[in-house]
């Protein structure tokens, strides 16, 4: 898949491959399907030490919430998984990709953000129309015909719960849309890249209580066919949408389980401060 020199599969359809290369992990005693994980994975900027224990595995068709206070690591995290700390930060070990480290050398990084996608904070439309918003990637790279990308931008905002509302206005400029909407777009030029995953940092922060439930439900219906892993400081939205949780403290990981535990009966004391507000 991602090797240097090999080619990509076409965008032909846009729902992900039903994993074509299977990882089996166990977990909470059963066997699940693994989408990404890491090993050893340590980070560093400069000479401080973001992240110094950070292994997790990720299940397939998930959401998988990252949570923790301020500077803790689980952005350092996050953007490793895909390389955005290339160039950045040190980041060492193993990203475990379709049975590819991916943190290795030899990746097409470009490449594999196609298959593992990120969505940040604040909605990053481009100035151009909403149509063009989600074509523009495709069509740097590859060759498509009209009727291609017309499907492609009604799937993607269908999957995005967005074309309902912009259907008959593709041509107007995205940056008239709201954040709420913003957001929904960017997730549809994430999802038209056809990726196995899903990255999102702290992605309703800047979204309105309304605009962010919406955010959820859309979230909860993504992932039938991704996998999701999202960086949230709202506790109600992780105990909400996620299945795992990972509380991070000081650059480590210091509990991840079902989602359900996490917030009911928490194996580590931090973590129950954390999560009961007791945290100082
Ligand atoms: N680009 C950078 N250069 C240097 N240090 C950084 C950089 N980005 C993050 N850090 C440091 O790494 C540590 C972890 O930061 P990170 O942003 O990953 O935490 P976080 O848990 O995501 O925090 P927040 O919830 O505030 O976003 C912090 O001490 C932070 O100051």
């Excluded at 549809?188 to 309304?210: F, G, Q, T």
């Amino acid at each position: 898949m991602t090797k240097k020199g090999q080619d990509l599969k076409p965008v032909s359809d846009f729902i992900p491959d039903k994993a074509p290369d299977r990882f089996i992990y166990q977990m909470n005693e059963d066997k699940h399907e693994v989408a990404l994980k890491t090993e050893g994975l340590q980070v560093r900027y400069g000479d401080k030490l973001a992240l110094s224990e950070g292994d997790l595995s990720f299940e397939r068709y998930k959401i998988t919430s990252l949570i923790g206070a301020s500077g803790s690591g689980k952005s350092t995290f996050l953007r490793s998984l895909n390389r955005m700390n290339d160039g950045v930060a040190n980041v060492s070990g193993k990203i475990i990709y379709r049975d590819l480290d991916i943190n290795s050398k030899d990746i097409d990084v470009y490449e594999m953000r196609r298959h593992i996608g990120m969505v940040f904070q604040r909605p990053n439309p481009f100035a151009k129309s909403i149509y063009e918003n989600i074509t523009f990637p495709l069509t740097r790279r590859g060759k498509y015909t009209k009727n291609q990308l017309d499907e492609i931008v009604e799937t993607t905002l269908k999957q995005a719960a967005l074309w309902d509302q912009v259907k008959d206005e593709l041509d107007k400029s995205a940056l008239a849309l709201s954040g709420g909407q913003a957001q929904r777009l960017v997730i549809a030029r994430a999802l038209a890249l056809k990726p196995d995953i899903l990255l999102l940092d702290e992605p309703s922060s800047a979204l309105d209580p309304i605009s962010s439930a919406q955010f959820e439900e859309t979230l909860l219906e993504l992932k039938k066919y991704y996998t999701i892993i999202i960086v949230t400081h709202n506790m109600q939205q992780a105990a909400r949408i996620s299945d795992y949780t990972a509380f991070f403290h000081q650059g480590k990981v210091i509990e991840y389980d079902l989602t359900r535990k996490i917030f009911t009966r928490p194996k580590v004391k931090l973590t129950n401060d954390y999560i009961s507000g007791n945290f100082g």
